[in-house]
């Protein structure tokens, strides 16, 4: 263990990686800042924060429709990182890359532009009760408009899907599974080349909600054959506002526009227009320029660690963590999968998660407490909130040290 922690530490430098994130660098109540809210949101490097400066700075345009210098140059710098994103996640093409607000915002695209499109009444979709809220409510909410029939994967005392019976929920009014890759509550990764592969045996489309995985692993959607792959910047670097859906290219051929409005159209009559040829018939209007700006730079930036480094490291940190939460009297850890990511929810005796956060805030540590967007999961464990720590690979051993002594002290201070 030590010698393994020992090379990876040689290859991920969290101490000198650190020093790229500004942010970090600070003390929050008289302490040193320990940031571990990263399945919210990620922190920012200099490379990401100077990429959106120098193009406010210098070429700050309208992207596609302008013939001019700067127009040119910030739809130059908006289309290199479609093809950036479509090399990070291994898409035989940019074509097959739609820009969107984030996560959320490609979940519904498809529920909308697909969904309306090839859904009809009784017919069923797959979901999970693993789900963030963005991988279920746009699926209620068209499911409430055709007619269709939501089904539930369940989940184990483990925090893994529950597989008995899967193949006998499939039917062939089976229109869609649309599963987590990661969960954001238990850190469970779901074995999804095997629910693919079941899947498209019934010629079953399959949507990856990827919020959580492709911050933190190497995604190849070619390997993996996924037909629909979502998630947000913002989770890995990038600004808040862009986010990505990548879908097969039939897939997106054969989908009616999302929105409409600008840049999405071919041509324009008084009661009918034709569409633009993909990703732009999905990205009406103008879109968040700098942001997607600011997420190539943040590939670039994850390119240079390594994603096969960052998960190791990761991997790293959360079985030590793991191994020293556990050791703490009364602490109950949700999720135990054998696969699993960087994100530990728990609670411990019944300090509520919220005042157990606020005590950690006041030591300079940042967690989250709720429901984390997941209430079947808290419904099926019959708990309100836990909270959660999650770890990025700036993180260091060090400070789940300083984390678990506090949560040492806390269970004095609160006295259960
Ligand atoms: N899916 C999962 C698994 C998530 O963890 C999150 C955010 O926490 C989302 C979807 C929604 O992401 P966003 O709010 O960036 O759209």
């Known amino acids: 263990m030590e010698t393994d922690m020992q090379s990876s530490k040689q290859t991920i430098d969290a101490a000198k990686i650190r020093r790229d994130f500004p942010v970090l660098n600070q003390q929050v109540h008289g302490k040193p800042l320990v940031y571990f809210d990263n399945g919210a949101t990620t922190q920012k490097p200099i490379a990401v924060i100077k990429a959106l400066t120098r193009y406010y700075e210098n070429d700050n345009a309208n992207v596609h429709r302008g013939i001019h210098q700067l127009s040119e140059r910030a739809t130059n710098g908006f289309e290199t990182a479609r093809k950036k994103v479509a090399a990070f996640i291994g898409a035989k093409s940019e074509r097959q890359i739609i820009f969107t607000r984030g996560t959320t915002e490609s979940i519904n695209l498809v529920a909308a532009a697909w969904g309306r499109k090839f859904v009809s009444e009784g017919d069923e979709i797959i979901l999970t009760e693993m789900e963030h809220h963005s991988n279920l409510i746009p699926w209620q909410l068209l499911a409430q408009e055709k007619g269709a029939v939501l089904k539930y994967l369940s989940i184990t005392e483990e925090g893994t899907l529950d597989f008995t019976g899967f193949e006998s929920i499939l039917s062939n009014r089976t229109k869609l599974i649309a599963v987590t890759h990661m969960s954001n509550v238990f850190g469970t990764i779901n074995p999804i080349k095997k629910i693919i592969r079941l899947a498209h045996d019934r010629g079953i489309p399959v949507l990856l909600d990827a919020a959580q995985s492709v911050p933190h692993l190497p995604i190849d959607v ?94 790293e940190l959360t079985t030590f963590a793991l191994d020293k939460m556990m050791r703490i009297p009364n602490m109950k850890i949700y999720g135990n999968a054998p696969e699993r990511g960087g994100a530990i929810s728990f609670n411990i005796g019944n300090v509520h998660p919220h005042d157990l956060s606020h005590f950690l805030d006041q030591q300079g540590i940042a967690v989250r407490a709720g429901h984390h967007c997941a209430q079947l999961i808290m419904r099926k464990f019959d708990i309100a909130a836990t909270t959660r720590a999650s770890f990025y690979f700036y993180n260091t051993f060090e400070e789940i040290d300083y984390f678990v002594e506090q949560l040492t002290e806390a269970q004095r201070f609160f006295d259960y």
Not at 247 to 264: C, F, H, I, T, V
Not at 299 to 308: A, S
Request: aromatic share 10%; hydrophobic share 35%.
């Open 222 to 315: 070619e390997h993996l054959d996924c037909d629909f792959l979502a998630f947000s910047g913002h989770k890995m670097l990038a600004p808040t506002g862009i986010g990505v859906l990548y879908a097969k290219r039939s897939r997106l051929e054969n989908m009616d526009p999302y929105q409409g409005g600008g840049e999405m159209i071919s041509s324009v009559w008084h009661d009918k227009s034709t569409w633009n040829e993909i990703p732009h018939k999905f990205e009406a209007g103008t879109p968040h320029i700098a942001g997607a700006i600011g997420l190539g730079a943040a590939i670039d930036y994850l390119n240079t660690l390594g994603m096969e480094n960052i998960t190791h490291y990761e991997q």
